[in-house]
């Protein structure tokens, strides 16, 4: 195996090793906080997404991983959803799992999508953003615009797909 293959495997594996960790997060998180829902799938999903754009706020599904509703909810109609949508509390997880982040959070670096920071800007305070340290089980239920405030820095970048 040549450096440069050796080096493209290792980033491949970083990769999804990252993918699985992130995923691990917000199933670990999601089992530790018993109100949430795991973001719908399928219809339930186009539903919720269809019953918030009728609303005026058109999102993607990427934009949340979790959801809190009121008990009366049903993602199977239409109706039911937008009833309760004032009430209904979309949760980004970011996952942590590196030793220098602090209890509350300081050292944890991740990155915001455009998505996300569109869904908090047409959700306001019901799109809400966990931070989850993993090695310590700590939680922070903030938001967007909290995290940006509180940010020591950013970079912002460009991605895309050729």
Same mark, same amino acid.
Request: aromatic share 6%; proline share 4%; net charge neutral.
């Given at each position: 195996? =040549?450096?440069?293959?050796?080096?493209?495997?290792?980033?491949?594996?970083?990769?999804?090793? !990252?993918?699985?960790?992130?995923?691990?997060?917000?199933?670990?998180?999601?089992?530790?906080?018993? *109100?949430?829902?795991?973001?719908?799938? %399928?219809?339930?999903?186009?539903?919720?997404?269809?019953?918030?754009?009728?609303? %005026?706020?058109?999102?993607?599904?990427?934009?949340? *991983?979790? #959801?809190?509703?009121?008990?009366? @909810?049903? #993602?199977?109609?239409?109706?039911?959803?937008?009833?309760?949508?004032?009430?209904? @509390?979309?949760?980004?997880?970011? $996952?942590?799992?590196?030793?220098? &982040?602090?209890?509350?959070?300081?050292?944890?670096?991740?990155? #915001? $999508?455009?998505?996300?920071? $569109? !869904?908090?800007?047409?959700? %306001?305070?019901?799109?809400? &953003? !966990?931070?989850?340290?993993?090695?310590? %089980?700590?939680?922070? #239920?903030?938001? @967007?615009? *909290?995290? &940006?405030?509180? !940010?020591?820095?950013? =970079?912002?970048?460009?991605?895309?797909?050729?």
């Amino acid at each position: 195996m =040549t450096p440069l293959e050796l080096v493209t495997a290792r980033k491949a594996h970083l990769d999804r090793l !990252a993918n699985q960790r992130g995923a691990e997060g917000e199933r670990d998180l999601r089992l530790l906080q018993a *109100d949430w829902t795991e973001r719908p799938r %399928g219809a339930r999903c186009r539903t919720l997404l269809s019953v918030l754009a009728a609303a %005026g706020k058109p999102i993607r599904a990427s934009a949340f *991983d979790a #959801l809190i509703l009121p008990p009366a @909810v049903d #993602l199977d109609d239409a109706a039911s959803i937008a009833a309760h949508l004032d009430d209904i @509390v979309f949760i980004e997880i970011k $996952t942590a799992n590196q030793a220098r &982040v602090k209890s509350d959070f300081e050292g944890f670096f991740f990155a #915001l $999508t455009e998505n996300e920071i $569109t !869904a908090s800007n047409l959700l %306001g305070s019901q799109h809400r &953003v !966990a931070l989850f340290n993993k090695m310590t %089980g700590d939680i922070l #239920l903030t938001s @967007v615009p *909290d995290i &940006v405030a509180r !940010a020591k820095s950013s =970079t912002w970048q460009l991605s895309v797909q050729l």
